[in-house]
C-alpha cells in the first residue's frame, strides 16, 4: 500500500491520473486509515486470498493457506468479476498489479485492452544474479508459479530491488528502485539510541518481552497491526507497543538507533534510506520474507536472525558500515525510471 501511495504521487506530480485504486483485502488484515487519506483517489475493497498462521499468530502454514484459500473460491470469483467490473467501468490505459493474485486471475480469464505492468521485490527472484536461501525447493516453485498468474498478460515486470541490477528484456523483467513515500526524503536523521520494530504478525511480541525482562535497560518500540490492541500499548517505561501509523513510524525511525523487522522489503528500504542498522527476522513459513532477508544483507542492510533475540544486534550496532548515501542515489531514481516505463510501450 505505501508502495501505491508513492507512485500515485509521482504519476499526479506529472499530469497523470490514478482512476481508481482496488485493494484486496480479508479477516486477518486491516486497511490502516492512512491508505484512504493519502492515495487520493477513490478506493474499493475486494475479498483476496491471504496466508493462514498458526494459533500463536507467528507461522505461516503454506499448505493450509492453500486449501482454505481453495475453499473459498467462489468469493474469490465474485471478486474477480468486481476487478473486471471496476475496469471496464473505468477503461485505464494502464492497471498496475502489486503483486495481487486475483489481478493476474483477472487478466486470465478477460480481455483486457489496458496495458498491464506488475511491480513487486518478487519478481527479482527471476533475475539471473538472484541469490536464494538455502532449501526453500517447495517454496519457491510455488512463488515462480504464483508470480507467473499475477503476471499473466504483463506487458512489463517491475522487479523492485535494493540495488542497481541489469534488466531482463527477454523475460520482460526490468530492475527498478524502491517506491519510497515522499515523507522520507524531508526527514533529518538522529540516534537517540532507542531500537524500533515492526511485527508482521503479532505474535512475535512475546519474544520481544522475554528479551525485554532480560535486558529492561534498552528502550524498545514496535509497531503492529493487532486490530484489539490500544493505539499505545505501554508495558513498562522502556517497552511499548504500537498500532499502525505511517507518520508516527517514520519519524521514530529517523531517530531510533537500529530497527529490527519481519523482513518486509518497504520498511527494510526506509531504514537502509536513513542510514539505519537492521536486524530482519522472517516470519515463520514466509519464503519471501527470507529472500528480503538475504538480499538485503548482501546489500549491506545489516544482519538476520531466526528469532527476536537482539543479543546479536546489540552487537552488531557499533560495527555497521553506513550505506545510505549509494542506496539513496539508487531510490531517489525511481520517479525517472516508474514514469518510462508506465507510459512508453512497444
Not at 522475554?210 to 499505545?232: C, G, I, Q, T, V
Not at 536513513?274 to 513459513?285: A, E, F, N, R
Not at 558500515?321 to 512497444?346: C, V
Amino acid at each position: 500500500m505505501t508502495q501505491a501511495i508513492s507512485l500515485s504521487e509521482m504519476l499526479r506530480s506529472e499530469g497523470h491520473t490514478v482512476v481508481h485504486v482496488l485493494v484486496g483485502k480479508s479477516a486477518r488484515r486491516e486497511i490502516p486509515g492512512f491508505f484512504y487519506e493519502k492515495i487520493q483517489a477513490p478506493v474499493t475493497t475486494f475479498e483476496s486470498p491471504n496466508f493462514v498462521v498458526d494459533s500463536k499468530n507467528k507461522k505461516i502454514h503454506i499448505w493450509r493457506s492453500i486449501w482454505v484459500n481453495l475453499l473459498s473460491a467462489p468469493t474469490f470469483f465474485r471478486s474477480i468479476a468486481f476487478i473486471r467490473e471496476k475496469v471496464n467501468e473505468t477503461q485505464p490505459d494502464v492497471i498496475v498489479n502489486f503483486y495481487e493474485l486475483l489481478g493476474g486471475l483477472y487478466a486470465m480469464v478477460s480481455r483486457v485492452r489496458s496495458h498491464i505492468v506488475v511491480v513487486g521485490h518478487q519478481y527479482l527472484l527471476a533475475h539471473p544474479q538472484f541469490v536464494f536461501p538455502k532449501g526453500y525447493w517447495i517454496d519457491k516453485r510455488l512463488m515462480s508459479l504464483n508470480s507467473w498468474v499475477v503476471a499473466a498478460k504483463a506487458k512489463k515486470k517491475l522487479a523492485l530491488s535494493f540495488r542497481p541490477m541489469p534488466d531482463v528484456i527477454r523475460k520482460k523483467l526490468y530492475v527498478v528502485p524502491p517506491l519510497l513515500r515522499s515523507e522520507i526524503r524531508r526527514l533529518s536523521t538522529q540516534n537517540r539510541g532507542f531500537i524500533l520494530g515492526y511485527l508482521l504478525n503479532a505474535g512475535y511480541a512475546e519474544e520481544i518481552e522475554r528479551w525485554h525482562a532480560r535486558h529492561p535497560e534498552y528502550e524498545l518500540h514496535f509497531f503492529w497491526d493487532k486490530k484489539d490492541a490500544p493505539e499505545d500499548l505501554k508495558i513498562d517505561d522502556h517497552l511499548w507497543f504500537h498500532r499502525l501509523n505511517d507518520v508516527k513510524f517514520l519519524e521514530m525511525m529517523s531517530k531510533c538507533g537500529g530497527y529490527c523487522s519481519t523482513a518486509g522489503f518497504e520498511s527494510i528500504c526506509e531504514a537502509m534510506y536513513l542510514g539505519k542498522p537492521i536486524m530482519m527476522v522472517p516470519t515463520y513459513g514466509h519464503f519471501e520474507q527470507a529472500c528480503n532477508a538475504l538480499d538485503a544483507t548482501l546489500a549491506g542492510a545489516g544482519i538476520q536472525n531466526k528469532v527476536f533475540d537482539l543479543d546479536p544486534f546489540v552487537a552488531y550496532l557499533p560495527r555497521h558500515k553506513d550505506i545510505s548515501y549509494a542506496f539513496r542515489q539508487w531510490a531517489d531514481s525511481s520517479k525517472e525510471k516508474f514514469l518510462q516505463h508506465l507510459t512508453q510501450f512497444d
